[in-house]
């Protein structure tokens, strides 16, 4: 091996080292372990969650109470990504997930709306909003999940009035790298529709699952996980470690030359 060949290989060995942001190993989600709950508001039937597409791909078809189908793992550490489409012109309710889920009433809510609703239950306003849900065990009620204003026991966290469309695939991004923040990022295609960064500890771990409350034919597919996260508050590159990363590679490449040299 020549020298030149020696130092394209320390150099191709010092890049593959992983650094902040490198993008790690993406694990496609297996639905069959996850289960279902079911909040019984009494006013619409159950939902009916079905798996397709060698279990990558959940459907729920019923125009239904609140219901959640709930995942095997935390969400501690992770970063989700996933895909949801709803193939219906018929209604305009809600989707989303959970997460930092502890038990049927202490969760993190991103719910998404697509149009306004006033109901006796309360407003319902289109748009996405991301919610703190503690009853402290108990079961939410319908005022609880169906008000865009929260409830006694949901805090609103944020909000915006941007409707989801019809036959449209759009893809989210959840960072939950354990830190104390989180990230939710929702994209159609290339654009980027929403981006929240959010300090909130009420759960610092806890389960994840696909929600919908009152939208049938709502498909959630594509879900993966990735367990080395970017951090979701990067850490400015500082142009110190930089510059020692960099004199360190010259001076250990300048080092072999030399050895080189005098072997050769
Ligand atoms: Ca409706
Ligand atoms: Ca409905």
New binding site residues.
Partial sequence: MNESKIVRLIGSVLISVPSLGAVGSTVPVDLSSWSVVQYELFDQPDARWSLSAGNTVATQSVNADASILLSDFSVSGLLINGKWRVDTTS???FMGFVFGYQDRGDFYLFDWKQ?N?NDPLGFAEQGMSLKVVKTGGTDPTGVDLWRSAGSSDVTVLRHNTIPWNEFTEYEFTLNFDGSGSFSITVREGATELENWVVDDSAFLGGKFGFYNY?QGDVVYSGFTTRDDPPPVKPVPESSTLVSIGALGFVILSSRIRRRLAANS
């Fill in positions: 209604d305009d309710d149009g609703q009152s």
